[in-house]
């Protein structure tokens, strides 16, 4: 038996944010996930989340063009701050599963994430090119988590 999230491609990306490992991976666990998720020039809702191991989710993504996507997947693994997995479906296509950790690293979050199973390089880079893309998901998180750590400094933290 063949399992095309063993046997496929994936890709590798870290990424540093000025916040708490708390804080950035909270903001993949609440209806903020939406605000940051959508690539450029795309808008995307959380329809449904229950973010604990066996919980699914279901976000609804706007494109520029008037079309929508769908992207469901159920939470695999949960282990707050540090990792997190979770399976990838875009309208019932390719199933990919992403695994995200979260190490503290100076006075940030390295952030890395692993996304595997794609039976193609094309729909592998497509997905390369939209996380890191600029203005795209993971600038936009770093705006989220980076207003939300901005807004928790005068709380007086020692």
Request: aromatic letters at 12%; proline letters at 0%; hydrophobic letters at 30%.
């Given at each position: 038996?063949?399992?095309t999230?063993?046997?496929?491609?994936s890709l590798e990306i870290t990424?540093?944010?000025?916040?708490?490992?708390?804080?950035?991976f909270d903001a993949w666990l609440s209806e903020i996930w939406g605000e940051w998720l959508a690539p450029v020039g795309a808008h995307c809702k959380v329809v449904a989340q229950e973010p604990h191991v066996g919980g699914s989710y279901h976000v609804s993504l706007s494109r520029p063009d008037g079309s929508s996507v769908n992207i469901t997947g159920i939470?695999?693994?949960?282990?707050r701050p540090s990792r997190l997995v979770l399976s990838w479906l875009?309208?019932?296509s390719q199933e990919t599963v992403i695994t995200v950790t979260f190490e503290h690293h100076g006075k940030g979050t390295a952030v890395a994430l692993r996304q595997t199973g794609f039976e193609d390089q094309v729909l592998r880079d497509g997905y390369e090119k939209t996380w890191t893309s600029s203005g795209g998901p993971?600038?936009?998180l770093a705006a989220v988590v980076g207003a939300s750590l901005?807004?928790?400094d005068d709380s007086g933290t020692q």
């Open positions: 038996m063949n399992d999230r063993e046997s496929g491609l990424r540093w944010f000025d916040a708490s490992r708390e804080s950035v939470y695999q693994e949960l282990v875009r309208d019932n993971f600038d936009k901005s807004d928790s």
